[in-house]
């Protein structure tokens, strides 16, 4: 009678399906496992076209519509795409949408470099379908979509302008991304909050791309490469100089924190906590 009062009170073992729902739910939480590596790089592909598609879509629908998108709205929107994308898959894969920032948290040390050219891949190509789409349904040029230095500015003067303006970009990701600052949520809140007043004032002179594949899908389907230098060279080089702040404020990167939401986890702390 002892024996079977201590087994009606010992907690119930997991049946097959909850087993199955419970191993499918640690590897997709386990970072590290290749198995699941496909599901993150969909993510950046779906993502990285959805911020394409309203970043050089502006450009695109105000050319095909004269007068009805203003500066304002082509700016604030990619802001607004970004924040909904990192609330909606953010914990899938980052939500890095940006080879400056999968560098950015590269380098940090809270994002495995092996993995970076696989995310830069998908990210191109999610950049170049979503232009490929504009094109065939708004029938014009992806040119218009694009970014390129002001007409009477120097490709030098906006390769300062991008790397001012991705240095502050990926600070504002690296700072809501590290332990001791993470705010969850809110970083989305940050992140578009950074994006819409970058380009509020500063896309007249390069367009306030701060990311290589945001201007490479429209540069490639409309084959026009002009300058296109300045995009590479500007938020990679903005993001390496973030990444020299973030260590200046907050010391050595690779922290649960920042590694957590480099990979996916929008909840560090309370996801290892108790965990070594």
Not at 23 to 48: A, C, K
Not at 86 to 95: D, E, N, Q, R, T
Not at 122 to 135: K, M, P, S, Y
């Amino acid at each position: 009678m002892k024996g079977r009062a201590m087994d009606q009170t010992a907690e119930p073992k997991l049946g097959i399906i909850e087993q199955y729902e419970k191993g499918v739910v640690e590897r997709i939480t386990d970072f590290n496992d290749p198995r699941q590596e496909w599901r993150r790089l969909f993510s950046e592909l779906l993502g990285t076209f959805f911020l394409v598609l309203v970043a050089a879509g502006g450009g695109m629908m105000g050319h095909a519509f004269p007068g009805t998108i203003s500066r304002t709205a082509a700016v604030v929107a990619p802001a607004l795409m970004v924040m909904a994308i990192i609330l909606f898959m953010g914990k899938v894969s980052g939500a890095h949408l940006n080879p400056a920032v999968s560098i950015g948290f590269a380098l940090r040390g809270d994002f495995p470099w092996w993995r970076v050219p696989g995310y830069i891949v998908v990210q191109l190509i999610g950049a170049t379908l979503a232009a490929l789409f504009l094109r065939a349904v708004v029938n014009v040029s992806s040119l218009y979509g694009s970014n390129y230095p002001a007409h009477g500015y120097s490709a030098g003067a906006a390769f300062w302008m991008e790397l001012i303006l991705t240095m502050g970009l990926v600070s504002v990701i690296l700072g809501t991304a590290s332990g001791a600052q993470n705010v969850g949520l809110f970083g989305a809140l940050g992140v578009g909050g950074y994006i819409a007043l970058a380009g509020l004032w500063a896309s007249p002179i390069s367009g306030a791309s701060m990311n290589p594949a945001r201007t490479f899908g429209p540069d490639l389907v409309s084959t026009t490469f002009t300058s296109y230098w300045v995009y590479v060279a500007g938020p990679i080089a903005g993001a390496a100089a973030a990444v020299v702040i973030a260590f200046v404020l907050r010391g050595r990167g690779g922290d649960k924190g920042g590694v957590g939401a480099a990979q996916g986890d929008l909840f560090p702390e309370s996801f290892h906590t108790g965990k070594s």
